[in-house]
């Protein structure tokens, strides 16, 4: 995963406070074996990426799809979304 891909990861989680990750169509479009182990070798590696980053799986994953939360940390978004409204 690049930095760029781990950013948008990012970006996801502080916007909503969970990644939706989406496995279910990992090898479509692969024409051969070799390239259909590549496509999942390279989701793994994602995937590694993302628990190094903190996120852990919120319950176990089902039907190709995962939600990932990372324990212990709100999204900054979702806090400033949860404030108080004050009336002045």
Request: charged share 40%.
């Amino acid at each position: 995963m690049t930095e760029d891909e781990l950013r948008e990861y990012m970006e996801e989680w502080r916007d909503f406070g969970y990644l939706f990750i989406r496995a279910r169509w990992t090898m479509d479009g692969a024409r051969t074996l070799t390239e259909a182990a590549r496509r999942f070798r390279d989701r793994a590696e994602t995937l590694e990426q993302l628990a190094r980053a903190g996120f852990e799986l919120d319950q176990p994953a089902d039907n190709g799809f995962a939600i990932a939360v990372r324990p212990g940390e709100e999204s900054p978004m979702r806090l400033v979304e949860e404030e108080p409204k004050t009336v002045g």
